[in-house]
């Protein structure tokens, strides 16, 4: 699959701004995606998160994974226009540097486990070939409009 720029990555994802945290995927196979953030000084959460040293919160970074993974489990999706996943779980987070302005966020995810309602991702972030953060996330797959469906 090619590269996906930011308007492609609308079309698998219902998230806008302020909370699309995807900005490009860049490599994609059947069980691996590669996704980049760039974090900019503009980003809505600096205000308070924290206004004399601005750190890309850890759960936002665990949203971001999740996005590319999303990205990933719809790709294989024929009607995923009526499709939405969900986060079901994150498992053995750990966030080993902080991520602050100016920093670009490369988000490598390995589908460990794939059905057809759910999947189990290894995730991993980096910034500068640094490893920054990772997880092992679990994500369930629904229709829109189902009962639990309107949102995470």
Request: charged residues 25%; positive net charge; proline residues 7%.
């Given at each position: 699959?090619?590269?996906?720029?930011?308007?492609?990555?609308?079309?698998?994802?219902?998230?806008?701004?302020?909370?699309?945290?995807?900005d490009r995927i860049i490599e994609?196979?059947?069980?691996?995606?590669?996704?980049?953030?760039?974090?900019?000084?503009?980003?809505?959460?600096?205000?308070?998160?924290?206004p004399d040293f601005p750190?890309?919160?850890?759960?936002?970074?665990?949203?971001?994974?999740?996005?590319?993974?999303?990205?990933?489990?719809?790709?294989?999706?024929?009607?995923?226009?009526?499709?939405?996943?969900?986060?079901?779980?994150?498992?053995?987070?750990?966030?080993?540097?902080?991520?602050?302005?100016?920093?670009?966020?490369?988000?490598?995810?390995?589908?460990?486990?794939?059905?057809?309602?759910?999947?189990?991702?290894?995730?991993?972030?980096?910034?500068?070939?640094?490893?920054?953060?990772?997880?092992?996330?679990?994500?369930?797959?629904?229709?829109?409009?189902?009962?639990?469906?309107?949102?995470?």
């Amino acid at each position: 699959m090619p590269a996906l720029d930011i308007a492609a990555i609308r079309g698998f994802l219902p998230h806008r701004y302020p909370f699309l945290l995807v900005d490009r995927i860049i490599e994609q196979s059947s069980d691996r995606i590669v996704g980049i953030k760039n974090v900019t000084a503009n980003e809505p959460f600096f205000n308070g998160h924290f206004p004399d040293f601005p750190v890309m919160p850890g759960v936002l970074i665990v949203e971001a994974m999740a996005q590319v993974a999303g990205v990933l489990v719809l790709s294989k999706i024929p009607d995923r226009a009526n499709k939405l996943v969900f986060l079901a779980g994150v498992d053995g987070a750990r966030f080993r540097r902080p991520v602050i302005p100016g920093d670009q966020l490369r988000i490598e995810i390995h589908m460990a486990l794939g059905r057809p309602t759910r999947a189990k991702m290894d995730c991993k972030a980096f910034v500068d070939g640094k490893l920054v953060a990772e997880a092992s996330l679990m994500c369930v797959l629904q229709d829109k409009g189902a009962k639990g469906a309107s949102g995470e």
